[in-house]
């Protein structure tokens, strides 16, 4: 059974504090992404990584960073969180493969409070 | 404008009625298409590919119009457990990033 599995369900975190989410896949896929959720909002993309230690800004960057030193793992990092950062954070990875065969898999989110 | 567009809905129908959803997309290069499915509270998972020419899964049929831009799903005889938001996503050109709607939400009542 496919797993992408993220360290926390719920979280919550003061304003100006550093924000670690991680990410585990067991698919060996090459990519992972990292979006956030909000209501009437959708899914935005804050980071893409294609590869080890390559990654990609999404739509939605600023404030945010993050680490690949492992296949497997992928991490978003919140450098000093702020009230507006209060969101779902979804973790996703896929293989490279751009045709209709694709298949990316989420894990369970993360719902991420900043007060 | 947004890269991929949706009508938020919700859509709300009985038991056994057709239900469509279109999905419009900004980028002409976009190279593949995909329907997600997102229960409340969970995370998103593939309902299914759109093709080129169109492709059906039992009750539900995708189909792509790279002329107009947009890609439809068709849900028919919707049961109660059709309940869910649909997210249409694209895969834009020479790259693997998956751009998504917002989602359209549907209501299946009894």
């Known amino acids: 059974d496919v797993k992408v599995t993220q360290s926390s369900r719920y979280l919550v975190k003061r304003t100006g504090e550093k924000v670690f989410l991680e990410c585990v896949q067991d698919?060996?896929?090459?990519?992972m992404f990292w979006y956030r959720q909000d209501p009437g909002l959708g899914l935005r993309l804050i980071y893409f990584?294609?590869?080890?230690?390559?990654?990609e800004k999404g739509d939605i960057p600023e404030g945010y960073s993050v680490s690949r030193e492992k296949k497997e793992r992928f991490s978003l990092i919140l450098e000093s969180a702020s009230t507006n950062q209060t969101s779902m954070y979804l973790c996703?990875?896929?293989?490279?493969?751009?045709?209709?065969?694709?298949?990316?898999?989420f894990g369970q989110g993360t719902r991420l409070t900043v007060v | 404008r947004k890269e991929v567009e949706q009508d938020p809905g919700p859509f709300n129908v009985p038991e056994g009625a057709t239900v469509a959803f279109n999905c419009t997309y900004s980028?002409?290069?976009?190279?593949?298409f995909f329907w997600y499915r997102q229960d409340c509270r969970k995370e998103p998972k593939l309902l299914m590919s759109?093709?080129?020419s169109g492709n059906e899964d039992g009750r539900f049929t995708a189909q792509l119009n790279r002329a107009s831009q947009y890609i439809s799903l068709l849900i028919r005889d919707s049961k109660l457990s059709d309940s869910a938001t649909y997210l249409c996503?694209?895969?834009?050109?020479?790259?693997?990033?998956?751009?998504f709607g917002t989602g359209t939400r549907l209501q299946v009542f009894p």
């Open positions: 996703a990875s896929s293989p490279r493969d751009r045709g209709p065969g694709t298949e990316a898999f």
């Open positions: 698919m060996d896929h090459e990519n």
């Open positions: 990584s294609y590869d080890v230690k390559m990654k």
């Open positions: 980028n002409s290069a976009s190279q593949s």
């Open positions: 759109v093709y080129s």
């Open positions: 996503v694209v895969i834009p050109y020479n790259t693997d990033k998956l751009i």
